[in-house]
Every structure is written in C-alpha cells, then in structure tokens.
C-alpha cells in the first residue's frame, strides 16, 4: 500500500494555514455550542456526579458553589475532548507541513517583536519647558502605535503557543500520524 504524502500533492503554506484556521474555528465553535448546551441542559459525566456525591457526603461546600465546581469539571471535560479532535485533525498534517506551519507561527512573533522593539527606539518625549499640540498629537499617535504593535505581538504569541501546543497534543510519531490514514 502505498503513502499518503505519496498520492496527496505538497500544500503551499497559505493552504496549510488556511488549514489550521478553520480547525481552530471549528474548535472554538463546537465549544461555545457545547458550553450553552451545558448551562441550557445539564448532563454530567458519571464521575463528575461520584465527585459530587462525595462533597455532599463531606459537606464541603454550598449547593451553589457545588453547582458551579460540577459545570466547572464536566466543562473542563468537554474541552478535553475538543482538544482531543483537534489533535487528530493535527495529525493529518504531515511532519513537514506540521514544522512549517509551527515556523511561519514564530517568524509572525518575530516580526511583531521587531516591530516593538523599533518602535521604542524612536520614543518621542515631551519636553520639561511645555509643549504645543503637535508635539502632544504625535506623542499620542505614537503611544497608540506602541499600544497596537503591543497587541499584535501579544496575538501572535497566543496564536504561536496554540500552533506549538496543538502539534505537542497529536502525541504520536511521525510515522504513525501519517500511516494512520491509511490503515
């Protein structure tokens, strides 16, 4: 039987990324709909309600605070198995388009940094003696530029650490990521 890399053509990097965002929105949608189905209809897990039952027993904590530690683990629950789905979606990358997409994650951080780091070389500052309103207006214009680079590269080091993690939960080697499919 032949490999899939074989029979499937090489993904550009926009492909693999368009890839990757519509895992993650597909993610982030089936968890708001779980989440809502959760508060509108609650079904909890066998051992989420065992735990329970013991802090009844124990007399721990309030009915109310019960509550919210059972939305709160059958919740986190929920979200183990979101991230479970998207692993395995993770795993019909292929090694190479994994480390591409993990490297073209870091070359975005790397640029927004950059763009950080210039922009504090060129801090205007205002002068002790007054200041008129251009000089006011460019310092402003100046902060909300550092302000907007700050946010960039604070995305881009989410949107990094999720790329590294979610390669770090497909947990299986190489080889068996990509035999998977065909067997």
Aim: glycine share 2%; hydrophobic share 35%; with cysteine.
């Amino acid at each position: 039987m032949s490999d899939q890399n074989e029979t499937r053509p090489t993904r550009t990097l926009p492909e693999i990324v368009r890839a990757y965002r519509t895992i993650k929105r597909e993610k982030e949608e089936m968890r708001t709909a779980m989440w809502y189905a959760l508060l509108r209809e609650p079904r909890f897990d066998p051992d989420v309600l065992a735990d329970d039952a013991n802090l009844i027993d124990r007399r721990m904590l309030s009915e109310e605070e019960r509550e919210k530690l059972k939305l709160e683990r059958q919740w986190r629950k929920l979200c183990d198995a979101t991230d479970a789905i998207e692993a395995k979606a993770f795993s019909m990358f292929t090694v190479d388009e994994r480390e591409e997409l993990k490297q073209h994650a870091k070359k975005l951080v790397d640029e927004a940094h950059a763009l950080c780091l210039r922009l504090q070389e060129y801090c205007p500052t205002l002068r002790s003696d007054g200041f008129d309103t251009d000089e006011l207006s460019h310092f402003e214009r100046w902060y909300g530029a550092q302000r907007d680079a700050m946010k960039r590269l604070s995305r881009r080091w989410d949107n990094w650490e999720d790329v590294d993690n979610a390669i770090e939960r497909t947990g299986e080697a190489p080889d068996v990521a990509q035999s998977e499919v065909v067997n």
